[in-house]
Structure formats: C-alpha cells, structure tokens
C-alpha cells in the first residue's frame, strides 16, 4: 500500500502565497485532488486532476504535480482560507483504492 | 445539483454493528461512486469504501473484513455497515460521492459530501 505525506502546519501571511505539497509514490502514476476542511465543516474540494478547479473554488488556489509531489498553492491568501487541507489519491497497487494524506492545517497571519 | 443526507445512530456500543444510511437527493445515484469516508475526532480523513451503482465495491484492506456497502437504487440510498466496533471507530461518518472514472484517475473527485454524522461506541 501507498501513502501520501504532508506537513502537519503551514503559516502564511495575509495577502501572500503559499504552498502545500504531498508526497506519495503513488503520485508518479495516479492524479490528486485537494479538499478543504473548515472546524465543524464537511470538506471541500477544490482541486482535482492535480491543477483542475471546479467551478465557484476562487482562483487564487492552483494545484501541480511534478514527479511524485502534487502541490496546492494558494496566491494571495486570505483569512477565510484559514483551514485543513488535504490531499487524496489512488493506492499504487492499482486496485482503485483511495487514499488521503494526513492532512495540513493552514494558519493565515 | 445532488445533495447527500447521512442518517443512523449516534450512539452504538462495543461490539455491536453501526448501520448507516445515506440519501442522494437532487440527482440519480446510478452513476458514481458512491463512498463512505470517516474521520476520527482530531484526526484526518479515512477512506471507507465505495460502491458503485451497479453493485461492485472496494474497501480499506484495514477495514475489509468489518465493512459491508450496499445500495438501494429505488430508494436513491447507499448503506454502510461496520461490525465488531469498538473506541476505534468513533468518528464523524461522511457519505461522499466521487465522480471519478475506474480506469482514468484524472477526473477522482469527491466533489459532493454530506454534512456527516457522528458516531460514538461506547457503553
């Protein structure tokens, strides 16, 4: 089985931009996708296809991919983007299981 | 614009089964996958398991031999049920459904989820 790691916290400042990245093997064969978590919120997801955003995510959030690190970055982030990020794959076993990472809490200064 | 509705108990004792239920509203569910994914207090999210609307699933080895998804087409409903619970399993329940295409991971999204429910084992 594959796994997908992520910086546990990240901090930006207010109007700057930022990063998130996710490390997997898994990454090298399979497309990400980004979810958002507020407190007391489902997630919500605004990148798939490793840099495709669905309608109504702000376009400030960008995704990339690049060898096995898929990123999400934020430009300009605001303090409504204040959550937890987490990424999501497919297992590199090839059997359609799914797998997230541990997940980033973004801290907005 | 579909929306997803969990329901089940909130409470469940150790060693006892959890049985969900997860009603798609605002769209068909013979399409997608349609998934459970949970998510422990403090913790990250896990993936469940899927089930496909013609039957077909896949679960978390780690879970496999505790998880059964199921799907009632006339209802618009998919089910999960999780046996032999214990302290572990307490966790906020989210159903989800995931548009994705089985042999082309470009399109894996869950791209609608439930508001979730949560769920307590203890005595």
């Known amino acids: 089985s594959s796994e997908l790691t992520q910086d546990p916290a990240v901090s930006v400042a207010l109007g700057q931009t930022v990063s998130i990245t996710c490390q997997g093997d898994s990454l090298r064969s399979y497309y990400a996708s980004w979810y958002q978590q507020k407190p007391g919120q489902a997630p919500v997801l605004v990148i798939y296809?490793?840099?495709n955003r669905p309608s109504g995510i702000p376009d400030r959030f960008s995704g990339s991919s690049s060898g096995n690190i898929a990123s999400l970055t934020i430009t300009g982030a605001q303090a409504a983007d204040e959550a937890d990020y987490y990424c999501?794959?497919?297992?590199?076993?090839?059997?359609?299981?799914?797998?997230f990472g541990g997940g980033t809490k973004l801290t907005v200064l | 614009q579909a929306q997803l509705q969990e329901s089940g108990p909130g409470l469940v004792k150790p060693s006892e089964t959890l049985s969900l239920t997860c009603t798609v509203s605002g769209g068909t569910i013979s399409s997608y996958y349609w998934t459970w994914i949970r998510q422990s207090p403090g913790k990250g999210l896990e993936w469940i398991g899927y089930?496909?609307?013609?039957?077909?699933?896949n679960y978390n080895p780690s879970l496999k031999s505790r998880v059964t998804i199921s799907v009632d087409t006339s209802k618009n409903q998919f089910f999960l049920r999780l046996s032999s619970l214990t302290a572990a399993d307490t966790a906020m329940y989210y159903c989800?459904?995931?548009?994705?295409?089985?042999?082309?991971?470009?399109?894996?999204?869950?791209?609608?989820w439930g508001p979730g429910t949560m769920v307590t084992v203890s005595s």
């Open positions: 089930i496909y609307f013609s039957g077909s699933t």
């Open positions: 999501n794959s497919r297992d590199s076993d090839g059997k359609h299981l799914k797998i």
């Open positions: 989800a459904r995931d548009r994705g295409e089985y042999y082309d991971s470009r399109g894996d999204a869950f791209d609608t």
């Open positions: 296809g490793n840099d």
